[in-house]
């Protein structure tokens, strides 16, 4: 197999790889801000220089030169090359900072230039502390700067479209953003402007940087040029916590990170998943956070009436007692995880009631092909794996309109905001609701209402609609105590958030809810019904064994990039 | 450039201009669509054509305002941002609308050295005009510009675009806004260097000796 050296060390390799990104993948941190995997590598920024030596050829015999000791003479470049734009060739002998005074010079002088126009107010930007322009020249940057001028002064504060903000200044033109649009989103809404000292990206005149994932270039630009319009001095990085989870607005299940501070979701960023969403998330996937912070419910009600969690599900069980299991329906949900979905279609068989169905959501002509689906919901394909099948509206509405129904399960959705029945069609059945939210329209009809938490709240697997099933950690701790969520959020967050030994604890904002895989198994025990579980991880592990659709999609098997399921067929 | 050091400040250029063309001057005439296509029969990809079309629609419109790059990017189905990045980029594209005569001093390395500035200032002081401004009666507008290319002739500056002028000295620029006055261009004229020519074998440009290059090399004035 051929090989390269770096920095004395002989690795062996395979293919084409391109230096730089090699030496990522063997961790060794190679400073650089233009180069990004998905992109082309116009090598701009400088900042990857090495030294690179290959063997030198003997023309006559074509075989490599050798010195007295029968080590293959290695001919060095005589510049610096960037290891962005260089592809490894066999016996490549490559120098990084790490065994080249040269290359720490340059890397050095060349931070010394990005830095000249640079306005290193880092104190009021929103990138500081995971900002790569403040991490590299940190640790390989110079001391000071030897430009007494003034600096040039950019354009800031630019709203380049509705959700992204320009701060010309900060910019080094990495043209990481330009390329973004031309490469990977192909809006071609950006592109560098002007020359020399007076270049920086901007739109065209007469067009807005509005593309539906425009906000991408927050993420990949490696200074504090571009900032989100949403979330510019909001909190600082170290001030938040950021777990790993999945989007919840359409059935790409798009893979994130939730940013919380104070119980709150400030901010959504993708996290790299080659086999879902790559590098990239649509601006709607992370604008629809506010559902996690506003319009909570307090705990849950009877009759709308504050009631204890205890009372609540006996409430509930009550119900479900009294009534002919042919008058109860269940609705499931495309919103609700898998586990969720599990128990109460298990609690549906044992009552000897109908499978539940759930309600579709989808909006024809939303989808982009990418990462934006027709569907709006994140759980579909998993509901239709369970065996839960899209609701026939128009059935349920006659029903409940005749007097069928006794008794409507509704696992967080709304029938009534849906446009199946009318709040007040409700009135003689028996309601009993999972809600997220208190703008929840069937809320007003429900007689037992038992608030649900979120997948930010939650622990819990969502299947995509390509069949990749993925799961879920809470990011943000719930009022009262639960077991599995303290164990899974101190897993997920290096921070122990939300124990009341972590240093931003804060009692604000917790709210008061409660996963599925909590409560449905409590009122099925008021029931007599069988339904325990040690916790969501055993659920899953139940129902990969015995259901084929999930086969292999345990928690250890999934971990962060999530399992691909068989095929079943055709997908929602 | 002076005033730009001591007042480094770029301004936000106006982000939803007024056209200044109407949709039905906005086309390009059958003969100029030939012409495009020969262009990019020229070229692997049609966007490298982009500079000729510019160029073209500098000469038929007189400027470069942002609706006819996108009319040039359209013409090559190429996206209208990397045309107006490509317009923006270089001097010699018009993006506003200038005098009959532009004057590009050029104020780069060699002819800073030789007195670029010295003859930009006369220049702006002789028209009243600053770099970068057209002068009231639509005349002359100034600008600053880097390298052209012509340094051992420096100090240079170029109209429109076009012809040299070179070894500028303050006479030459009196004579040469008299006769731009009276719209007499002077002649397109290569640049010549100061070598000797029995060494390069006769292979020299005949008008050396109309030159100063010899006897009066120019000297910046602050470099005494
Ligand atoms: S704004 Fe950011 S991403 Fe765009 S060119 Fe400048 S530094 Fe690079
Ligand atoms: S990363 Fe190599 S030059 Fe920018
Ligand atoms: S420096 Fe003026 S022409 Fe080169």
Redesign the interface.
């Known amino acids: 197999m051929p090989t390269v050296t770096i920095d004395n060390q002989e690795f062996e390799f395979e293919g084409n790889p391109i230096l730089l990104q090699f030496c990522l993948d063997h961790d060794i941190e190679l400073p650089h801000f233009c180069y990004h995997p998905a992109m082309s590598a116009p090598a701009n920024c400088r900042q990857c220089l090495v030294e690179i030596g290959t063997p030198e050829i003997d023309r006559g015999t074509g075989e490599p030169r050798l010195d007295e000791d029968g080590n293959p003479v290695i001919r060095f470049f005589p510049k610096m090359m960037t290891g962005c734009s260089e592809d490894i060739s066999d016996g490549m002998v490559v120098k990084t900072h790490r065994s080249s005074e040269l290359v720490r010079e340059a890397q050095k002088d060349n931070l010394e230039f990005l830095l000249i126009n640079h306005p290193l107010d880092c104190p009021i930007c929103d990138q500081a502390g995971n900002c790569p322009l403040q991490i590299q020249a940190y640790k390989y940057g110079p001391e000071g700067s030897r430009f007494e001028?003034?600096?040039?002064?950019?354009?800031k504060h630019?709203e380049l479209g509705p959700r992204v903000v320009l701060d010309?200044e900060r910019c080094i033109n990495c043209t990481r953003c330009?390329r973004f649009?031309?490469e990977i989103s192909e809006s071609?809404?950006?592109?560098?402007?002007?020359?020399s000292?007076?270049n920086?990206p901007?739109?065209?005149?007469?067009?807005d940087f509005d593309e539906p994932y425009s906000m991408n270039v927050i993420d990949i630009c490696p200074v504090g040029a571009l900032t989100s319009k949403d979330f510019r001095f909001k909190a600082r990085v170290w001030e938040m916590s950021s777990t790993p989870s999945i989007t919840i607005g359409n059935a790409k299940g798009s893979n994130c990170f939730y940013w919380v501070k104070d119980n709150l979701v400030q901010k959504v960023t993708p996290r790299t998943n080659m086999e879902v969403n790559e590098y990239w998330l649509p601006d709607e996937d992370r604008l629809d956070y506010d559902v996690f912070n506003e319009n909570r419910p307090e705990g849950p009600t009877i009759a709308g009436q504050s009631a204890s969690w205890d009372d609540a599900k006996t409430a509930a069980a009550d119900l479900l007692k009294n009534v002919d299991a042919n008058g109860i329906v269940f609705l499931g949900s495309a919103f609700a995880c898998v586990e969720d979905n599990y128990l109460l279609g298990e609690l549906a068989s044992a009552l000897g009631a109908a499978a539940p169905s759930y309600i579709q959501h989808i909006e024809p002509g939303a989808g982009d092909g990418w990462l934006i689906t027709d569907d709006k919901t994140p759980n579909a394909s998993g509901c239709e794996r369970l065996g839960i099948r899209p609701l026939d509206a128009t059935l349920l509405r006659s029903r409940i309109q005749g007097g069928d129904v006794k008794l409507l399960y509704v696992l967080q959705d709304d029938p009534v905001a849906a446009g199946i029945c009318e709040a007040a069609d409700l009135a003689g059945v028996s309601v009993i609701l999972h809600h997220t939210n208190t703008t929840n329209e069937t809320l007003v009809a429900a007689n037992v209402a038992l608030p649900a938490a979120t997948v930010v709240e939650t622990v819990g697997t969502f299947v995509n609609q390509d069949g990749h099933a993925q799961r879920v950690w809470p990011s943000k701790a719930i009022r009262g105590v639960n077991r599995t969520l303290s164990m899974e959020i101190g897993k997920s967050r290096a921070d122990k958030h939300g124990t009341p030994f972590d240093r931003w604890f804060d009692e604000d904002h917790l709210v008061d809810c409660q996963p599925g895989w909590v409560v449905i198994p409590e009122i099925a025990d008021l029931l007599d019904i069988e339904l325990r579980f040690k916790g969501p991880r055993d659920i899953m592990l139940k129902v990969s064994s015995e259901n084929e659709a999930f086969g292999g999609a345990t928690y250890d098997a999934m971990a962060e990039p999530g399992v691909r399921l068989v095929d079943v067929g055709a997908e929602v | 450039m002076t005033d730009f050091i001591k007042d480094p400040v770029i301004l936000m250029p106006e982000r939803h201009p007024e056209p200044v063309f109407s949709t039905e001057e906005l086309v390009f005439t059958a003969e100029e669509t030939r012409q495009i296509a020969t262009w990019v029969s020229q070229y692997p990809t049609a966007d490298g054509a982009i500079m000729k079309v510019l160029w073209m629609a500098q000469e038929k419109f007189g400027f470069l305002p942002p609706e006819v790059i996108r009319l040039s990017a359209g013409a090559l189905g190429m996206p209208y941002a990397r045309a107006f990045g490509v317009a923006t980029f270089y001097t010699q594209y018009f993006k506003s609308k200038k005098g009959r005569y532009v004057l590009d001093v050029c104020t780069c390395f060699s002819c800073q050295i030789c007195g670029g500035y010295d003859m930009l200032h006369y220049l702006e002081e002789k028209l009243g005009a600053h770099a970068g401004e057209t002068t009231d009666d639509g005349l002359f507008t100034i600008q600053e510009v880097e390298c052209l290319g012509a340094c051992g002739s420096a100090p240079m500056l170029q109209i429109t675009n076009g012809p040299y002028v070179m070894n500028l000295t303050e006479e030459k620029i009196d004579a040469l806004i008299d006769a731009l006055k009276r719209d007499q261009l002077p002649f397109f004229s290569s640049v010549t260097l100061p070598q000797d020519e029995d060494d390069l074998g006769g292979n020299r440009r005949t008008d050396v000796r109309d030159t100063l290059t010899y006897s009066a090399p120019p000297v910046a004035k602050t470099l005494g």
């Open positions: 001028f003034r600096k040039v002064s950019k354009p630019i010309a330009t649009t031309t071609h809404q950006l592109t560098i402007i002007e020359r000292v007076w920086y901007m739109t065209p005149p007469g067009v």
